[in-house]
């Protein structure tokens, strides 16, 4: 069994990933092989705001983001005051420990940034699922590249103006975490604060804060605490394109 967990699938799990982001891993699956894995054992687990999804050296599994947003920091320089992160958000249909399924001992520090419900899987087992189904694998494979792909977009253009990329990310997050707003036509982004958008980008905190307080002046976005509202995605994506 894959599972880590004897919670039963919530009834949502048996619908399919067609809602979820493209280019995610369970978007690139078809349904044969998502319901491949649901008969392999999968069981999904709730997390609340704020606790952490363990992949530390020690534990031994992957996850599947269902719905919610992670955060995730990993310090190749190694641990300290001042010394730099590489900071991640994922959501839903992203896999993610997944170096797990190279080496036992990686580890990356990952928070739910908002109630998250993820699918454990024992790293083993997974192995000897994609060596059982070379779909899954493919799967799996195009999700990581369309994700490498994304995050250069996103996160490394640092030569770029702190607007451009702000809303760039607030762009990429509405798409990959957003759900629907409370006015028609808006997305709501919920879990990353303004010093989680900051770290990621690698800007500082009150850069960040002007670029969202111009985002705000025009009508683009809501900010609030935990919280954006997106009025006008095709603005942001306006934007991000450095018009």
């Not at 979820?20 to 978007?27: A, T, V």
């Amino acid at each position: 069994m894959l599972a880590t967990d004897d919670t039963a699938p919530p009834i949502d799990l048996l619908h399919g990933c067609e809602s979820k982001p493209p280019g995610s891993f369970l978007r690139c699956l078809d349904t044969e092989d998502w319901r491949a894995l649901l008969e392999a054992g999968l069981r999904s687990r709730g997390f609340a705001r704020d606790e952490p999804l363990p992949i530390g050296p020690d534990d031994r599994n992957i996850y599947i983001i269902w719905d919610g947003v992670v955060r995730q920091d990993r310090f190749p320089l190694g641990e300290g005051e001042h010394v730099p992160t590489i900071t991640r958000f994922r959501g839903r249909g992203q896999l993610v420990g997944e170096a797990k399924l190279v080496t036992s001992g990686s580890a990356v520090l990952t928070r739910c940034l908002a109630e998250t419900v993820a699918i454990p899987c024992r790293a083993r087992y997974f192995n000897a699922l994609l060596g059982k189904w070379p779909d899954i694998r493919l799967a799996l494979l195009r999700s990581l590249e369309d994700r490498n792909r994304s995050d250069e977009l996103v996160y490394d253009m640092a030569a770029r103006p702190p607007l451009e990329r702000v809303s760039r990310l607030l762009a990429h997050l509405a798409d990959t975490v957003g759900s629907p707003g409370p006015r028609a036509g808006s997305t709501t982004i919920t879990g990353p604060s303004q010093k989680d958008l900051a770290a990621a980008l690698q800007l500082a905190v009150s850069t960040t804060e002007n670029a969202i307080r111009t985002l705000r002046y025009h009508g683009i976005i809501e900010a609030r605490y935990r919280r954006f509202v997106v009025h006008d995605v095709d603005a942001l994506r306006h934007l991000a394109a450095g018009n």
